[in-house]
Nanobody, 124 residues
Framework: QVQLVESGGGLEQAGGSLKLSCAASGRTFSNYAMGWFRQAPGKEREFVATISGGGHTTYYADSVKGRFTISRDNAKNTVYLQMNSLKPEDTAVYYC?????????????????WGQGTQVTVSS
Protein backbone atom coordinates (compact mmCIF):
# COMPACT_ATOMS: atom_id res chain seq x y z
CA GLN A 1 0.00 0.00 0.00
CA VAL A 2 1.13 3.51 -0.81
CA GLN A 3 -0.32 6.60 0.78
CA LEU A 4 -0.15 9.97 -0.95
CA VAL A 5 -0.83 13.18 0.96
CA GLU A 6 -1.10 16.48 -0.91
CA SER A 7 -0.65 19.91 0.64
CA GLY A 8 -0.13 23.50 -0.44
CA GLY A 9 -3.45 24.33 -2.03
CA GLY A 10 -5.37 27.49 -1.25
CA LEU A 11 -6.76 30.74 -2.60
CA GLU A 12 -4.58 32.86 -4.83
CA GLN A 13 -5.12 35.82 -7.12
CA ALA A 14 -4.68 35.57 -10.86
CA GLY A 15 -1.02 35.98 -11.74
CA GLY A 16 0.11 34.59 -8.41
CA SER A 17 1.91 31.38 -7.50
CA LEU A 18 1.32 28.30 -5.41
CA LYS A 19 3.46 25.23 -4.77
CA LEU A 20 1.81 21.89 -4.17
CA SER A 21 3.54 19.03 -2.41
CA CYS A 22 2.72 15.35 -2.34
CA ALA A 23 4.37 13.13 0.25
CA ALA A 24 4.42 9.40 -0.44
CA SER A 25 4.84 6.51 1.95
CA GLY A 26 7.01 3.54 1.07
CA ARG A 27 10.68 2.85 0.40
CA THR A 28 10.78 2.55 -3.40
CA PHE A 29 9.63 6.03 -4.38
CA SER A 30 12.25 6.41 -7.11
CA ASN A 31 10.99 3.26 -8.82
CA TYR A 32 7.84 4.86 -10.14
CA ALA A 33 6.69 7.89 -12.06
CA MET A 34 4.37 10.41 -10.47
CA GLY A 35 1.71 12.64 -11.92
CA TRP A 36 -0.54 15.56 -11.12
CA PHE A 37 -4.12 15.69 -12.32
CA ARG A 38 -6.92 18.15 -11.63
CA GLN A 39 -10.68 18.20 -11.66
CA ALA A 40 -12.80 21.32 -11.89
CA PRO A 41 -16.49 21.34 -10.88
CA GLY A 42 -18.63 19.70 -13.54
CA LYS A 43 -15.61 18.59 -15.56
CA GLU A 44 -13.70 15.37 -15.97
CA ARG A 45 -10.36 14.81 -14.30
CA GLU A 46 -7.56 15.99 -16.58
CA PHE A 47 -3.83 15.43 -16.81
CA VAL A 48 -1.55 18.26 -15.67
CA ALA A 49 2.03 17.01 -15.44
CA THR A 50 4.10 13.87 -14.96
CA ILE A 51 7.68 13.07 -13.99
CA SER A 52 9.70 9.86 -14.37
CA GLY A 53 11.05 7.91 -11.44
CA GLY A 54 14.52 9.38 -11.74
CA GLY A 55 13.17 12.86 -12.37
CA HIS A 56 14.87 13.25 -15.76
CA THR A 57 11.74 13.20 -17.92
CA THR A 58 8.75 15.50 -17.53
CA TYR A 59 5.68 16.16 -19.61
CA TYR A 60 2.99 18.81 -19.32
CA ALA A 61 -0.49 19.50 -20.56
CA ASP A 62 -0.51 22.30 -23.13
CA SER A 63 -2.70 24.39 -20.85
CA VAL A 64 0.02 24.61 -18.17
CA LYS A 65 3.21 24.37 -20.21
CA GLY A 66 5.56 27.23 -19.40
CA ARG A 67 3.69 28.09 -16.20
CA PHE A 68 3.83 24.92 -14.09
CA THR A 69 6.89 22.88 -13.13
CA ILE A 70 6.84 19.36 -11.73
CA SER A 71 9.81 18.14 -9.69
CA ARG A 72 10.62 15.47 -7.15
CA ASP A 73 12.95 14.85 -4.23
CA ASN A 74 13.40 11.09 -3.98
CA ALA A 75 15.28 11.41 -0.70
CA LYS A 76 12.15 12.97 0.80
CA ASN A 77 9.62 10.80 -1.08
CA THR A 78 7.97 13.99 -2.29
CA VAL A 79 6.79 15.35 -5.62
CA TYR A 80 6.06 19.02 -6.18
CA LEU A 81 4.05 21.16 -8.55
CA GLN A 82 5.17 24.77 -8.78
CA MET A 83 2.36 26.80 -10.31
CA ASN A 84 3.13 30.29 -11.58
CA SER A 85 1.09 32.85 -13.50
CA LEU A 86 -2.08 31.28 -12.19
CA LYS A 87 -5.32 31.81 -14.08
CA PRO A 88 -8.94 31.48 -12.89
CA GLU A 89 -9.27 28.44 -15.18
CA ASP A 90 -6.64 26.68 -13.05
CA THR A 91 -9.22 26.46 -10.26
CA ALA A 92 -9.73 22.77 -9.44
CA VAL A 93 -9.01 20.02 -6.98
CA TYR A 94 -5.47 18.85 -7.67
CA TYR A 95 -4.54 15.20 -7.18
CA CYS A 96 -1.16 13.54 -7.15
CA UNK A 97 -0.92 9.98 -8.35
CA UNK A 98 1.62 7.17 -8.42
CA UNK A 99 2.25 5.24 -11.59
CA UNK A 100 2.87 1.48 -11.59
CA UNK A 101 6.23 1.89 -13.37
CA UNK A 102 9.14 4.30 -13.84
CA UNK A 103 7.99 5.92 -17.07
CA UNK A 104 5.63 8.82 -17.51
CA UNK A 105 2.05 8.63 -18.72
CA UNK A 106 -0.70 11.16 -19.33
CA UNK A 107 -3.45 8.59 -18.78
CA UNK A 108 -5.22 8.48 -15.43
CA UNK A 109 -5.74 4.74 -15.90
CA UNK A 110 -1.96 4.23 -15.76
CA UNK A 111 -1.82 5.36 -12.13
CA UNK A 112 -2.63 2.97 -9.31
CA UNK A 113 -2.65 5.16 -6.19
CA TRP A 114 -4.17 8.58 -5.70
CA GLY A 115 -4.08 11.24 -3.02
CA GLN A 116 -7.16 12.80 -1.49
CA GLY A 117 -6.73 16.04 -3.43
CA THR A 118 -6.09 19.66 -2.50
CA GLN A 119 -8.24 22.60 -3.55
CA VAL A 120 -6.71 25.38 -5.62
CA THR A 121 -8.84 28.47 -6.20
CA VAL A 122 -7.67 31.34 -8.37
CA SER A 123 -9.61 34.57 -8.20
CA SER A 124 -9.75 37.06 -11.06
Amino acid sequence: QVQLVESGGGLEQAGGSLKLSCAASGRTFSNYAMGWFRQAPGKEREFVATISGGGHTTYYADSVKGRFTISRDNAKNTVYLQMNSLKPEDTAVYYCAKRGGRWTSTLASAYDYWGQGTQVTVSS
